[in-house]
């Protein structure tokens, strides 16, 4: 979310909504529309993914796929993933600066529900297969930010 870090947080709240909706939708069409099957629709999780994080137009040097994430498992989840994936970002947001290991936390938190508690009308295989993938993708693109070192915020009196 490099617009909120230019400083406007309209920009960045619009920017994350069509950012969150370009897989949010396809995602949702695909759920509610089309009658795909969980395996399908696991290659679409995978595909949006490997698309956004590898793209061909940026000489396979894409994003690390945070925003197409959230879509993709706030459509799965029917919005659920919002409150799990919101907390959990405020939370470790406010005690540590590492936005990698915020971000890996916060989506294992978001793991650990689905797998906990399905809310999903998939088999649980697929989506199990699904949500891994995702996390050890989130882990890859972050790889070279866990070598820095828990940068706690300072508590203010």
Not at 7 to 24: D, H, N, P, T, V
Not at 36 to 42: A, N
Not at 87 to 98: G, P, V
């Amino acid at each position: 979310m490099n617009v909120f870090r230019a400083g406007s947080i309209l920009w960045g709240m619009i920017s994350a909504f069509l950012e969150i909706s370009k897989s949010a939708l396809p995602i949702l069409y695909t759920i509610t529309i089309s009658q795909m099957s969980d395996r399908t629709m696991l290659l679409c999780i995978i595909s949006s993914l490997i698309g956004h994080g590898f793209s061909p137009f940026l000489k396979f040097k894409g994003g690390k796929s945070l925003a197409v994430t959230a879509g993709t498992w706030l459509a799965i989840t029917k919005g659920e993933a919002f409150y799990i994936l919101g907390a959990s970002l405020i939370f470790l947001k406010t005690l540590q600066k590492n936005d990698a290991i915020t971000v890996t936390f916060a989506f294992s938190t978001l793991y650990i529900y689905i797998i906990l508690r399905n809310t999903t009308y998939f088999e649980t295989e697929s989506l199990l297969y699904g949500i891994t993938f995702n996390l050890l993708f989130i882990i890859f693109k972050h790889r070279k930010e866990y070598n820095q070192k828990l940068n706690f915020r300072s508590i203010r009196k």
